[in-house]
C-alpha cells in the first residue's frame, strides 16, 4: 500500500463546458490541480450534470492522484484552497475513494490572514 500525504504549495483550476474528465473519462465542468513541493499532484475533476464519474486512482510512480465529484462541489474546494492555509492533499493506491484534501486541526473561530 502506498499513501502519500503532502502540502498543497500551489494549485490551478480550470473552468469550462464538457471538458474531457479525469484520465480522458467522462465530460468535466472543470478542475482543480493541487500541488505539493516533491512533484506530487492531486487532480479534483468535476463531473458534468449527468455525466458519469470515473473511479478515484493513485499512481505512486507518476506522483499523481484524482478524484471526480459533482459540479455542485467546485465551490466547496476551491474555497478549502483559496481560504485555509496550510492545506494537505491525501492519497491512497489501496483505498483510493479516501483521496482528498484537507487542513490540519485549527482553534475555533480562528481568522485567516
Request: proline content about 8%; hydrophobic content about 30%; charged content about 25%.
Amino acid at each position: 500500500m502506498a499513501t502519500k500525504t503532502f502540502e498543497v504549495k500551489s494549485y490551478k483550476v480550470k473552468v469550462g463546458y464538457e471538458m474531457s474528465g479525469g484520465g480522458g473519462g467522462p465530460k468535466s465542468r472543470g478542475y482543480l490541480v493541487c500541488f505539493g513541493d516533491d512533484g506530487h499532484r492531486f487532480a479534483i475533476y468535476f463531473a458534468a450534470p449527468g455525466s458519469g464519474m470515473a473511479p478515484p486512482r493513485y499512481f505512486p510512480n507518476t506522483k499523481f492522484g484524482s478524484i471526480n465529484v459533482p459540479v455542485d462541489e467546485m465551490s466547496h474546494y476551491v474555497d478549502l484552497v483559496r481560504n485555509e492555509k496550510p492545506v494537505y492533499a491525501y492519497l491512497n493506491s489501496d483505498k483510493p475513494q479516501w483521496n482528498g484534501i484537507s487542513t490540519s486541526k485549527e482553534p475555533v473561530g480562528e481568522e485567516e490572514t
